[in-house]
Structures are given as C-alpha cells and as structure tokens.
C-alpha cells in the first residue's frame, strides 16, 4: 500500500519562505514523478509544480513560478516544494501525489496522471 505524508505547513507572513516535504513508502519512489498540488476554499485543486522520476525535469504553474521550486531526494524518497516570496493567495491545503507513468520525463502533467495522495498540509499566509 502506498502511503505519501506532508510535513512542513503553518502559518507565515506575506514575503516568508516555508519548505515542504513529502515522504513516500510502498512504491519505488525512484521510479516515478512527483506532484504538488494546492486546494483553496471554495476553488479547484491545482497543479502547482512537478519533477521527473530522475529530478532533471521539472514545471511550475505561471503563478509561482520565479517563487516556487519542487526538488527530490530519491535516497530519502522525499519531495519538496521551497516556497519564497509567499503571498496571501498562496493559502491553500498542499497535497503531494505520485504520478502512475514509470520513468514518465515528460512535461505533461494533469490530475488523472497521480494515483496516490497525501492527507494534505495546511499553508497560510496572512497579509
């Protein structure tokens, strides 16, 4: 069974950096890109960042971009998303997913492409 755990959330102030991270069993880590996806109140759950199974590729949503950066540590079989320059519309719950493609390093990415998810980890930014 595939289990995928956020840590990292809280509450910061507009401008602040927060570091979060996703820790993954029960799959080969290694082999498999990696998500990070954000749901606001009331809005659409949205494809923030993704890596390749190898790290060498990666994409961001035009609205971090500049800001946000997705990495991995597959020895640790850990993703994390470094986020800087936080805004107040950056306040969402944060979830990593696993994407289902092995050795996927393309820069195609949608919700349909992710099997597993993690519970989420809140992100609040106040102004």
């Known amino acids: 069974q595939v289990h995928l755990v956020e840590s990292g959330g809280g509450l910061v102030q507009a401008g602040d950096s927060l570091r979060v991270s996703c820790v993954v069993s029960?799959?080969?880590?290694?082999?498999?890109?990696m998500g990070w996806f954000r749901q606001a109140p009331g809005k659409e759950r949205e494809l923030v960042a993704a890596?390749?199974?190898?790290?060498?590729?990666?994409i961001a949503a035009d609205s971090v971009k500049g800001r946000f950066t997705i990495s991995r540590d597959n020895a640790k079989n850990t993703v994390y998303l470094q986020m800087n320059s936080l805004k107040p519309e950056d306040t969402a719950v944060y979830y990593c997913?696993?994407?289902?493609?092995?050795?996927?390093?393309?820069?195609?990415?949608?919700?349909?492409?992710?099997?597993?998810w993690g519970q989420g980890t809140q992100v609040t930014v106040s102004s």
């Open positions: 997913a696993l994407d289902r493609r092995p050795f996927y390093g393309g820069s195609s990415y949608a919700k349909p492409d992710f099997d597993s």
């Open positions: 890596i390749s199974w190898n790290g060498v590729s990666t």
């Open positions: 029960g799959r080969t880590f290694s082999w498999y890109a």
